[in-house]
């Protein structure tokens, strides 16, 4: 499966963008997805997770509240909306596909990644 990240962007603080993440090839497998993000100098970070199913979701505690996962299963899309945006959530964005069950935060749990998206915000 290849994954395909976009709508990253520039936005001010407060601001708001929506991620998209496309799998292709066999499709998004029936266990979980996640977002992961990398800051500048900064170690890949967990953002948030999903079953495929949406009955479980995961976020890390500083876009709790901010940030919503969400999916279309007839577009094969996996999403993350973004919202009141601060210049601490600048990163490359990565989408990931686990091939087991479980929202984990664990980036070495991730089977399958696709390339990242930027994402800046401005103060």
Known sequence: ???QASGGGSVQAGGSLRLSCVASGRGFS???QGWFRQAPGKDREFVAASTWSGGDTNYAD???????ISRDHAKNTVYLQ????KPEDTAVYYCAERQRMGVTPREE???YWGQGTQVTVSS
């Open 30 to 32: 029936w266990n979980a």
């Open 1 to 3: 499966v290849q994954l």
């Open 62 to 68: 500083s876009v709790k509240g901010r940030f919503t």
């Open 109 to 111: 749990d991730y089977d």
């Open 82 to 85: 973004m919202n009141s945006l």
